[in-house]
């Protein structure tokens, strides 16, 4: 059975204006009325973003080409999501407390061991690159993990914002999931020599898929300036997804050096695929659903799509993400590869 690894970053993002101009407001509790400190306000997916005062104030400038959904974010409150900040009046933005949220019944038990199933999330959660060894999940006994042995899939969710340390990159991600699972197959155990000292492996993972919101902090604002930050950010972006998709949108994937490869026999670009600057994103057409793509270092990368159209921002972000599934060397990439959509290689 062909292995896939769904990854899906962002919730969908929709453009918004591309004014550089400041946005400020007050916020308050729903009920009460009393300012909320601390409140996370940010550009879903970027580095652009601040924290409420204590009197619940906050001013965020804007920044150029802006694709990114204005989230409002606080532990113990309803998130809430502006698809135009700009023309939205957050002169006293209320947030409604979470009430009577229940965490999940499951009728029968988990079979697996909480260790187990750490191992799995952090594995397709982080990556399995270099950069993922160089990060470290902060609050990961505030993620909820669960094996349904029904339907051999493997759930997580977070009350609150998974919060990543890339020591590589230098960043603090705040990662908002939204949905994580794993599917299994249950294996045949007939000829499985069976060891006292090993775990009897009774699955075999098919595909895995994660859904959510980041924001990205410096993990060290000294650091940030060095040379070898620069160096690990640019390096990163190159075999990025966003830049991929990106590359892609722009009809510049062969002069960067990709192959795209259909029926295992590498094809012309121009044959297969076509791209149309819609205002502030691409539409972008394929002639096939399945692709495999290799880089110019022969990493090989595959896509899978449900229909074959794209919508894609100019930073490179997949708007209809939900018909879209990665293979290979791109999904194994993950939030530990994961840039902000702000990033800019030729600024930083």
């Known amino acids: 059975m062909k292995k896939i690894i769904i990854l899906l970053l962002?919730?969908?993002?929709?453009?918004?204006?591309?004014?550089?101009?400041?946005?400020?407001?007050?916020?308050?509790?729903?009920?009460?009325?009393?300012?909320?400190?601390?409140?996370?306000?940010?550009?879903?997916?970027?580095?652009?973003?601040?924290?409420?005062?204590l009197d619940g104030n906050f001013e965020i400038l804007n920044y150029e080409n802006s694709q990114s959904v204005f989230t409002v974010s606080l532990l113990g409150y309803e998130s809430q999501f502006f698809n135009d900040?700009?023309?939205?009046?957050?002169?006293?933005l209320k947030l409604q407390p979470k009430v009577g949220e229940l965490p999940a019944v499951y009728i029968k038990s988990d079979p697996w061991s909480r260790e187990k199933k750490e191992r799995y999330f952090i594995k397709q959660f982080l990556g399995t690159t270099l950069i993922a060894k160089e990060c470290k999940i902060l609050n990961l006994d505030k993620v909820r993990m669960h094996f349904n042995l029904t339907t051999s899939v493997m759930s997580a969710f977070s009350q609150e914002p998974v919060l990543i340390e890339n020591r590589d990159l230098n960043y603090i991600v705040a990662y908002d999931l939204k949905e994580f699972e794993i599917t299994f197959e249950e294996l045949s155990l007939e000829h499985i020599q069976i060891s006292e000292s090993l775990e009897i492996p009774t699955h075999r993972m098919v595909s895995s898929y994660f859904v959510g919101s980041a924001f990205f902090k410096e993990l060290n604002e000294k650091e940030a300036k060095k040379g070898w930050v620069k160096r690990h950010r640019k390096r990163a972006y190159k075999v990025s997804e966003l830049r991929l998709f990106k590359l892609i949108a722009e009809n510049r994937f062969e002069e960067e050096g990709y192959h795209l490869v259909f029926d295992s026999k590498k094809v012309a670009v121009k044959d297969h695929i076509r791209s149309r600057k819609k205002g502030e994103f691409y539409v972008v057409d394929f002639r096939e659903k399945t692709y495999e793509i290799l880089d110019s270092k022969n990493f090989r990368s595959a896509i899978y799509l449900e229909i074959p159209k794209l919508v894609i921002s100019k930073a490179g972000n997949v708007l209809n993400y939900q018909v879209l599934k990665t293979g290979g060397f791109v999904s194994n990439l993950k939030v530990s590869g994961m840039l902000p959509l702000d990033y800019d290689p030729e600024k930083r």
């Open 10 to 53: 962002f919730l969908i993002l929709i453009p918004v204006s591309a004014r550089a101009q400041s946005i400020n407001g007050s916020i308050v509790d729903a009920v009460t009325n009393e300012a909320l400190p601390s409140v996370n306000v940010y550009f879903s997916g970027t580095s652009k973003g601040t924290i409420s005062d």
């Open 85 to 92: 900040p700009l023309n939205t009046d957050f002169s006293s």
